[in-house]
């Protein structure tokens, strides 16, 4: 279904290409990465992370538009194809009068290993951090 090199930082995608040009500095890649994400070849997918820092991911825009969910424990992502949903955020944008950009936010979450995993640690696997502690993505 799904590669799991798919989604790449910058960084991931610079390494890529070096392994296969040389002669080229990551630095011009990184502009060429940035150049491309704005012309459309690439599309960005925003995730948060644990500590809330945003994290982006390029991909290659070859797939319908999609939406992307985010473990926050594995950092693995899942892609969400869904016509309607596509459909009806699309109406929205253009009810008020913006285009689209070539970007997702991904929706944070706990996978089905995690879940697993934790739960095996003996940590409950949903939001049950304790009455004291703050909601597991505002940390
Ligand atoms: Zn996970
Ligand atoms: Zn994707």
Known sequence: MES?????????????MLKRNDGQSISSFKKA??????????ARVVVSDRKNRAITFYELAD???HRHLYCTRCAGLAEVFDATLEQTIRQHFLTHGLMPAKADLALPGLCADCQVALAAEGRPAAEGVGPSAPARFNG
């Open 33 to 42: 990465i940035y150049d491309l994400a704005d012309l459309g070849p690439l």
């Open 63 to 65: 797939r319908p538009v």
């Open 4 to 16: 799991p090199q798919r989604h790449l930082t910058p960084e991931q995608l610079c390494a890529a």
